[in-house]
């Protein structure tokens, strides 16, 4: 069962058109490892399945929103309402996320442990491959934004520093998202978390990826093979944001703009292939102009 003795921790999971037997077996996992589990549903079609399971549940307190509004303003809901009930901490996760059962209960000790010594904003997982084994890179950025990538092997005993994380599995405090402040809503996905892990080092926090917690991660069934890299392939609404982001990213003080300049050639790079290989060529290179001129007009009205 969850200890609260040091202080309660909600669980953040935001939805939107799940497949309920995968939300129910991640809520199921955390019914006795968390406070509570705040749903927090982005519109989707069948709410009314999901509002049955949540109700079948007394740890989770589901939150429906009219239509989808991003991930970051979902989060924002639920770390509201995590606050009005008195959560210390918040650990959030994707609809699809896996875990195990110490899951929680290892990330709060690692985040209790080194923040004895040092201002922690978070402490995640590391992702392994579910297909191939491997794990996936971690990262650090200098201050002028040139990239390491770190390998984890599963063997490590020691908590790795990082610069970024993904959301999905990270640990936090309520008092280092009140310090640090909440997800930017107008990313609306992509980047978010990103942008928040940059802001919270700029503000002179220090991030962490526990090696002895694992989260077991797919590429999906929609991808494709270019050179030596398998690339998944997201929504054109998906990757309007994920270009426009990219531009937002170059006006904020807090990211380095050798990165911010990075993504957003990263992001031409990655649209120029699905141009080439996709069949909806007309859709993508809409989607596409949309997002390069929301993100120049962005750039310019700075």
């Known amino acids: 069962m969850h200890d609260i003795s040091t202080g309660s921790v909600y669980a953040i999971v935001v939805?939107?058109?799940?497949?309920?037997?995968?939300?129910?077996?991640?809520?199921?996992?955390?019914?006795?490892?968390?406070e509570k589990i705040i749903v927090v549903d982005n519109g989707s079609a069948n709410i009314a399945l999901l509002r049955a399971g949540c109700e079948a549940c007394a740890e989770i307190e589901l939150i429906a929103l009219p239509q989808n509004m991003g991930i970051a303003y979902a989060q924002n809901v639920?770390?509201?309402?995590?606050?009005?009930?008195?959560?210390?901490?918040?650990?959030?996760?994707?609809?699809?996320?896996?875990?195990?059962?110490?899951?929680?209960?290892?990330?709060?000790?690692?985040?209790?442990?080194?923040?004895?010594?040092?201002?922690?904003?978070?402490?995640?997982?590391?992702?392994?491959?579910?297909?191939?084994?491997?794990?996936?890179?971690l990262v650090w950025f200098s201050r002028h934004g040139t990239r390491r990538k770190i390998f984890p092997t599963g063997q490590e005993t020691s908590a790795i520093p990082v610069s970024i994380a993904i959301s999905s599995g990270s640990f936090t405090s309520m008092a280092v998202m009140d310090q640090v402040g909440a997800m930017r809503s107008d990313f609306f996905i992509d980047y978010v978390d990103i942008e928040w892990c940059l802001r919270a080092v700029n503000a002179g926090y220090v991030l962490f990826a526990i090696p002895s917690v694992c989260m077991v991660h797919s590429i999906g069934e929609r991808s494709i093979a270019f050179l030596?890299?398998?690339?998944?392939?997201?929504?054109?609404?998906?990757?309007?944001?994920?270009?426009?982001?990219?531009?937002?990213?170059?006006?904020?003080?807090?990211?380095?703009?050798?990165l911010a300049l990075r993504e957003v050639m990263i992001n031409m790079v990655y649209q120029c292939i699905l141009l080439a290989t996709q069949k909806n060529r007309l859709l993508q290179l809409r989607y596409f102009l949309r997002g390069v001129r929301d993100g120049l007009g962005a750039l310019w009205r700075g």
Do not use: M
Request: proline share 5%.
């Open 78 to 137: 639920g770390n509201d309402r995590a606050r009005l009930a008195g959560a210390q901490y918040l650990i959030y996760f994707d609809q699809d996320s896996s875990i195990t059962q110490c899951f929680v209960a290892s990330l709060k000790a690692a985040f209790l442990a080194l923040s004895q010594t040092r201002r922690v904003a978070l402490v995640a997982p590391v992702f392994k491959d579910e297909q191939k084994g491997f794990f996936y890179p």
């Open 228 to 258: 030596k890299w398998r690339l998944p392939i997201h929504s054109e609404a998906r990757r309007y944001y994920r270009i426009r982001n990219g531009f937002l990213l170059l006006r904020l003080s807090h990211v380095p703009k050798l």
């Open 15 to 34: 939805t939107y058109n799940p497949t309920p037997d995968h939300l129910w077996r991640l809520t199921s996992c955390l019914a006795g490892q968390v």
